[in-house]
């Protein structure tokens, strides 16, 4: 392999770079081969990455593995001046990373300014989280000093989705540095820039030391091999996880057969509730955002909405009307084109599908479903019932299926009646009914009086059921990047029996 001397000066150069390598213990490290990666904005070439394969990932291993010892005994604010300085590095280079996540992924600009805001404050709380306490004082009944303490997993590797990729890659890579890990990143093939090379940019301008943050990218050919390297390499003490259900279940199988902590963050199929007594401009925001933002192409996505029979028409009569105001286009020519593209051709082909067939049964099409391309209008479907695909099954685009429901009960009962349960929403105006209801959903997380789409980066995140396990944001962060060990000390006072 050669080092790839080709790595920006700057910003500016860092999103137009034609070919790109991985970041392995500090240096850029080229592949044999490479693949391309076009914008889902106009098809144009956006750039050429390395496409690794299992001896260039077990080199990024190695790496991270030899600077482990060193990272996790270093003082913790060490640790976390090298966060503060990522975060600091990000806002100085705002602009141009909101330009490639408009461009690499179909941001739309909004989105891609909330991204790079959000993740600033992220690496800023991982920061935070390096001084959390270390572990506990235990009694003992024997008069030792007994401790509960965390330790790092030694090597942690992170492997994220396109969809939000500088922000779910970044989850994970920041708090598991502040839990005294090292890490290799593997982004998605279809936004590895963002998602992975523009953050080691960051490390690098940000000095951190050679081996602690690796990056290694690769086609969607080659992933089962570098997945399974980076996941049963010996050396790999921990597995984060972003991404669908299924490859999930797959990381999750492997790690769980040899043994090694794995968090799973998966799929969604969100209910957004609407009561009876709900303010109805208050759910029409939440249902717009929670649906459409980003295309729908969100795990929290509102994929059900649950409107109670006598509001559903006055609600959805709004709903249209505001959908009818998102304007659909390329984002990258105009920061008012708030639905950008799909990511690919084959999600649209599947988002079309279950639009038909859920026609096909009687659904009703109350606005959108216009294709071109790789854009699709925002739709809203009426009269949605619970055997369709689109009510089922994961979309990952910009279609509201609409359900009618009679009480509280039957909103509870179809919104538990799912393969997922990773977030929800309840809108009422009578706060008691609406947490009752949020206790009884099976979901990960749930928000009233709001949409199911929130994230904060010192609070729990995180889903049951087919939605995963495991948990991101703060102290459950460092949990979940973390082994608990039990020492003691005696003092003289145990006594054998023999
Ligand atoms: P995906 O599962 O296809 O890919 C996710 C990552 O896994 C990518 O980096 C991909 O290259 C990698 N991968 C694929 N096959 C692999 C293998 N055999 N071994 C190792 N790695 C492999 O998902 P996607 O299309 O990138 O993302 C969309 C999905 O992610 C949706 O289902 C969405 O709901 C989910 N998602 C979940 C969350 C969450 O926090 N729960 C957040 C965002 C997205």
Redesign the pocket.
Known sequence: METVDERPASAASAVEIRRWGCFVGGDWVDADSNFSVESPCDGSRFADAADSDRQLAARAVDAAHAAAPDWGARPHHERAKLLLRVADQLEARRADVVDALIREGGSWFGKAMFETGYVADLFRAAAAAVYLPEGEVLPSSYGKLSLAVRRPLGVVTV??????PLL?SSRGVAFALAAGNTVIL?????TPVT?GLLLAELFAASDAPAGVFNVVT?S?DG??E???E??ANPKVGGVS????????R??ASKAGELLKPCCV????KDALIVLDDADLDRAVEAAAFGAFMHQG????AAERILVHESVADEFTQKFVAKTKTLKTGDPSADKGHVIGPI?NARQVAKIKAQIEQALAEGATLEVGGDVDGLYLTPTILSGVTSGMNVFRQ?T?GPVAPITRIASDDEAVALANDCDYG?SSGVISRSESRALAIAHRLETGMCHVNCSPVNDEPHAP???VKG??FGR?GGRWSIDAFSQTRWITLDRGDRRYPF
Do not use: Y
Request: with cysteine; net charge negative; proline share 6%.
């Open positions: 492997i994220s989705p396109w969809n939000f779910l593997k982004p998605s093939e279809e998602g690769c969607r992933v089962a570098v997945g399974d980076l996941v996880f972003t991404g669908s259900t299924p490859v999930g797959r990381i963050e998966l799929g969604g192409q969100i795990c929290m990511i994961e990952f990773l995140f995180g889903g939605s995963g991101h």
